[in-house]
């Protein structure tokens, strides 16, 4: 038969146990928010600076950054616009160039044009895969 001291220890041990990760688990997660809270506003000045993020966009991108789904995203997005020609690699020093987050990739202009359509239509035909349909209105 087990004594109340021997239940005491034996139930005591898993507790203490249990106790000691939870203490890592949050000493851990208070340094990594600590680490994002220096490194964020760095990134998303960077992005800025690169011309890859509209400054209208600049705290939605930095909440967007503590969480890694997103960050995956966002490296999904930059690769791709690299991938597409949309960032240009800087030679000379400065800050490669890019398409914002968010942006059109169509240039068409605003306003009626000269041909009787709007800039508008011709972007989202473009944005729908039908180049050629855009580039007839």
């Not at 600590?34 to 992005?47: G, Q, S, T, Y």
């Not at 800050?95 to 306003?111: E, M, N, V, Y």
Request: proline share 7%.
């Amino acid at each position: 038969m087990t004594t109340l001291p021997e239940l005491v220890v034996e139930t005591a041990e898993p507790l203490g146990a249990a106790l000691a990760m939870g203490i890592k688990l949050a000493a851990d997660k208070e340094s990594t928010d600590a680490e994002l809270a220096r490194r964020i506003p760095r990134i998303v000045a960077a992005m800025l600076d690169a011309g890859v993020l509209e400054p209208t966009q600049k705290v939605a991108m930095a909440s967007s950054l503590r969480n890694p789904v997103n960050v995956v995203q966002v490296l999904e997005n930059l690769l791709a616009q690299i991938q597409a020609g949309d960032v240009k690699k800087a030679s000379d020093g400065n800050p490669p160039l890019g398409r914002p987050f968010g942006a059109t990739q169509s240039s068409a202009p605003l306003g009626k044009q000269p041909g009787g359509s709007y800039g508008s239509d011709q972007a989202f035909l473009t944005g729908l895969g039908l180049d050629h349909v855009a580039n007839l209105a």
